[in-house]
């Protein structure tokens, strides 16, 4: 990559400035997703239940949903060298927190550790609009397919060295070595960008933080709280349909006081750009395919083909592999023919997994299922990076800050209720079965069945806004 230059007229090398964003985002990215391997560990230690160290990974998602919006106004109102460092410093701070958690505390030792999670949550969503927004601005337009897919192999590669790294870090030392792991390298990236390597490239408009905004989305709390809570067993459906009701009033609220601000805190304006809004559907929908992908397969894998926990979460690695592999090829592809025939061969291929998945559940054949999971990840490659590419290239540069923001927040509640009503339909199908006399297995195969095909439903759908595309350009 050719040298580039930054806000104050100095040269820069943009290749180690990609590298060194996308190896601290790549990091927080591990964090987010291999916590889950030492959730057993964590419940003895501090003799807590599953339901309650879900908050590790729960709690993370709200806190990171909330701050994905704050994101544009960061951009900004600060130089991204300073909001890059303060970010990272932030997740070491909660990483740090976490490492002197006093076990001998028991659950109050973990909610000690879910305040260090909260702050590394902040940071995290923070910075994953924020890196893509960077990536595009740098980036001139008839290469920003190639680079988003440069960044796709890196994010989507996290999948496959997250229950690696946490795998082998917890097979020779206890829990904690796992966050002094991620603390080290975001300490050594915050050096490396001390040194110049992270530099001020995005132009700044500065306003004042519009507070009330920013306590209007705690509305988007309520609403993924409520979500999370679908398909769970004994829950206060009358507290959280008032919890539900409030949240939906302040989000109206947040959204009508976006479009009366002159400076907004998220610009929803772009919503009004017909390819962005086809762009939000198609990475929203191929994301849903990815982690319910995640969640489904695993649970198959025990339930049925009754593999370990280990084997099942090692069965993901190859479509996680898979996905990074074809990610920065599906970046180039985008480039020379178009984003409308890359994201079609990508629903497509989607689609293909999940009829394949769908034809050997009765098969009980790991390495087929494997394949299946494979073909769905691969094809989220073709979707997931383009959409995002598409979607920026539909927009002014300024406005790409807020477009990236809008687009990952949707894609994450978008995705968290694709989980949750896939868990409503297994659990619902497989117990009205079990009530009929059907065995447990046989029970668990119809519930499987439904959510692929409800799966395979919401793939199609997505194939046919591929085909509203416009203006593909070659």
Not at 20 to 41: R, V
Not at 274 to 287: C, H, K, Q, R, V
Request: charged share 10%; proline share 3%; hydrophobic share 55%.
């Amino acid at each position: 990559m050719k040298n580039s230059v930054d806000q104050n007229g100095k040269a820069y090398s943009r290749f180690w400035f990609i590298f060194t964003l996308l190896i601290g985002t790549f990091t927080m990215s591990i964090s987010q997703s291999s916590l889950s391997t030492a959730y057993p560990t964590l419940m003895r230690s501090f003799g807590i239940s599953a339901d309650t160290v879900q908050w590790l990974t729960t709690g993370f998602m709200l806190v990171m949903c909330v701050s994905m919006p704050i994101s544009p106004w960061l951009l900004n109102n600060l130089s991204f060298k300073r909001m890059f460092v303060l970010a990272l410093a932030l997740f070491d701070i909660g990483t740090l927190m976490i490492v002197f958690t006093p076990i001998q505390l028991g659950e109050n030792g973990f909610w000690f550790m879910m305040i260090g999670r909260v702050m590394e949550a902040f940071a995290v969503g923070v910075l994953f609009p924020s890196y893509q927004s960077v990536l595009l601005e740098i980036t001139p337009k008839d290469e920003r397919g190639t680079t988003m897919g440069v960044a796709g192999l890196v994010m989507g590669s996290a999948l496959a060295c997250g229950p690696i790294v946490s795998g082998i870090i917890l097979k020779f030392f206890n829990w904690k070595a796992l966050f002094i792991f991620f603390m080290i390298v975001i300490t050594v990236i915050i050096i490396f960008a001390q040194m110049g390597l992270i530099r001020d490239v995005m132009a700044r408009h500065e306003t004042h933080l519009d507070w009330l905004s920013v306590f209007l989305l705690l509305g988007l709390v309520g609403l993924m709280e409520v979500i999370d809570q679908i398909g769970k067993k004994n829950v206060n459906w009358s507290l959280n349909g008032v919890i539900l009701i409030v949240s939906l009033i302040m989000l109206a609220v947040f959204i009508g006081r976006q479009f009366k601000l002159t400076t907004p805190l998220l610009e929803l304006r772009v919503l009004f750009t017909f390819n962005y809004d086809l762009a939000i559907l198609l990475t929203s929908i191929s994301y849903i395919a990815l982690i319910v992908t995640t969640i489904i397969f695993p649970l198959y894998y025990q339930g049925i083909l009754h593999v370990s926990p280990f084997v099942s979460g090692m069965a993901l690695v190859p479509g996680a592999v898979f996905l990074s592999i074809l990610n920065p090829l599906t970046g180039k592809l985008a480039d020379k023919i178009g984003f409308k025939p890359t994201m079609l061969l990508g629903m497509a291929m989607i689609i293909l997994g999940w009829v394949i998945g769908t034809f050997s559940l009765t098969k009980l054949n790991l390495a087929i299922m494997i394949f299946a999971a494979m073909i769905i990840e691969g094809g989220n490659a073709f979707v997931m990076m383009p959409a995002v590419t598409l979607g920026a290239n539909a927009l002014p540069n300024h406005l790409v800050p807020h477009g990236t923001a809008v687009i990952t927040t949707i894609r994450q509640v978008l995705g968290s209720t694709g989980v949750a009503v896939s868990t409503v339909i297994l659990t619902s199908v497989s117990q009205a079965a079990l009530s009929e006399g059907v065995s447990l297995r046989l029970a668990s195969l119809r519930g499987y069945h439904l959510v692929f095909s409800a799966m395979i439903g919401i793939e199609i759908i997505g194939l046919l806004l591929a085909f509203l595309i416009q203006n593909n350009q070659k």
